[in-house]
């Protein structure tokens, strides 16, 4: 008997509806049609032979046998991105200074830097966490190679960058906001999109800065602490914490774009390869954190 060979087009169509939860905004992200996407996952649910989506509602869940297929995938997915990576760049070689937010450092990209440095043994890393700011100057000085950090503005001709796609903010609390006379914020010191979204969508109401924190792992605290809420985006945000887009009476939070920034001049082909790996690893995790509307 044959051995039954699943299409990896099928199984990274299968993540992204997955994380995503429909097939509409999937199909939005990797640019089909709604009916495409429903049609590769028939394809896919009869080469394995059993359902692997069940709805109810409006809702997209996954079977049991979807819950097995869907470890099984990231698996399959991720052994083939790594190989792909290593056989298309088997003879970089060099040295990589990468800055980070701390949103990504802690965690979207640990296993995609630790996937590329597999892949490619003969290259150093060296990833730097620090503000939006700083990577800037970092980045015009030429002490860094790539930076991916939040925007809501162009920076300049001097950093040449790649908007890999935009995010919603979020409110970030312990528990539901009573009334209160002034709102209690959790916010980094300026300068910082966050902070700015915050007092923008507020406008005229009476607040006051409780607590702040140059760290991610302090803003989380003093929030889990009740010390005030914060605003951030849905990456990263501690299960222990609660997340909303609006609060009655406010309006919506805006969106942020991702991006990634490269020192200028021309590129090293190991720098180019890294931009196209962050590219795509933010892109494909991106739909997963966009649909977050709460």
């Avoid at 819950?67 to 698996?75: K, P, V, W």
Wanted: charged share 20%; net charge positive; with cysteine.
């Amino acid at each position: 008997m044959v051995p039954l060979t699943l299409e990896l087009d099928l199984l990274r169509t299968f993540l992204l509806a997955t994380e995503v939860g429909s097939f509409k905004q999937a199909a939005s992200i990797v640019g089909r049609t709604q009916s495409a996407v429903s049609l590769q996952m028939r394809r896919l649910e009869s080469q394995v032979g059993v359902p692997v989506f069940q709805r109810i509602g409006r809702k997209l869940n996954l079977t049991e046998n979807g819950d097995i297929l869907l470890e099984y995938a990231r698996r399959l997915l991720a052994l083939n991105d790594e190989a792909v990576q290593a056989t298309a760049g088997t003879k970089l070689r060099g040295r990589l200074r990468l800055g980070l937010l701390q949103d990504f450092a802690e965690s979207i990209l640990p296993k995609t830097l630790a996937s590329f440095t597999r892949a490619q043994p003969g290259v150093q890393m060296h990833v730097r966490v620090e503000s939006s700011v700083k990577m800037l100057e970092s980045l015009h000085r030429k002490e860094l190679d790539l930076a991916v950090f939040f925007s809501r503005r162009e920076t300049s001709a001097r950093t040449p960058e790649i908007r890999v796609g935009s995010i919603p903010m979020v409110w970030v609390f312990q528990e539901a906001r009573r009334s209160a006379s002034a709102w209690n914020l959790v916010l980094f010191e300026p300068p910082c999109v966050f902070r700015e979204a915050a007092i923008a969508t507020l406008r005229d109401r009476p607040w006051k800065q409780t607590f702040s924190s140059p760290s991610l792992a302090g803003t989380w605290a003093a929030v889990s602490a009740g010390l005030g809420v914060s605003v951030r985006t849905p990456i990263g945000i501690p299960s222990c914490l609660q997340m909303r887009r609006q609060f009655p009476g406010l309006k919506k939070l805006p969106n942020v774009e991702i991006v990634v920034a490269q020192a200028s001049g021309s590129p090293t082909p190991l720098v180019g390869r890294l931009r196209e790996v962050l590219v795509q690893s933010l892109r494909t995790q991106l739909g997963a954190y966009a649909a977050a509307d709460a």
